[in-house]
């Protein structure tokens, strides 16, 4: 079964820009949560996403949005974009919203 | 949320036992633990939970005290790809969705 899979893996932004992460879970998985790491703050939960429903939200500002489709694909979205929010962005994935959860390798988000 | 404590930093020789404990002295009767690990340039990967049991899977063993106030990880025989930062982290068990809550974890290092 092909894991959890995150486009793209690099990215460049300029400050104040927009940028959309995409993210594909396992087959069958129903739930994909988003996380932030950065060498601070370490692994911060973003929210999450169940049958296109966001179930759970982290402590993010609004800039932090996101959206899951009917395939169960997710998309996570920020917006003018700052310094601070350089990091790399984790997807996973579980089958019915479990603490047993499949992590992608990340996008790693670079804001100059 | 109950939280845990873990050691920053420990060390192993390549195929020798290691045990990484976790301290989680405010745990309510009804969080699991769990366990994920991030090697290095990676998503975490799931490794093991429990609830009140000892659990065993093929990465490694969960040793739960009898008060479940502490867990240990036993990994029986480390290897080089061992070497990752180890994560304890405590979910209740009616919690509605997937959200984990990270901490700083343990860093592994083996040596050969």
């Known amino acids: 079964k092909a894991g959890v899979t995150q486009t793209p893996r690099y990215l460049i932004k300029t400050r104040g820009q927009q940028v959309t992460l995409s993210c594909s879970p396992i087959?069958?998985?129903?739930?994909v949560s988003w996380y932030q790491q950065t060498p601070g703050q370490g692994l911060q939960f973003l929210f999450e996403y169940f049958s296109e429903t966001q179930r759970n939200k982290g402590n993010f500002p609004g800039r932090f949005s996101g959206r899951q489709f009917s395939n169960s694909r997710s998309e996570m979205n920020v917006s003018t974009l700052e310094l601070g929010d350089s990091a790399l962005y984790l997807c996973?994935?579980?089958?019915?919203?479990?603490?047993?959860?499949?992590f992608g390798p990340g996008t790693r988000l670079t804001v100059t | 949320d109950a939280k845990t404590t873990q050691p920053n930093s420990m060390e192993s020789n390549e195929e020798e036992p290691v045990h990484l404990p976790c301290n989680h002295s405010t745990i309510s009767g009804t969080d699991y633990i769990h366990w994920y690990r991030q090697l290095p340039s990676q998503g975490p990967e799931y490794v093991i939970h429990g609830l009140t049991s000892n659990v065993n899977n093929r990465m490694a063993s969960l040793a739960i005290a009898e008060d479940r106030k502490s867990s240990t990880l036993i990994l029986h025989r480390a290897t080089l790809r061992d070497a990752a930062v180890y994560y304890c982290i405590l979910r209740q068990a009616n919690q509605a969705g997937t959200a984990l809550i990270f901490g700083k974890g343990t860093t592994l290092s083996v040596s050969s």
């Open positions: 996973a994935s579980s089958l019915h919203g479990s603490g047993e959860q499949y």
């Open positions: 087959s069958g998985h129903r739930s």
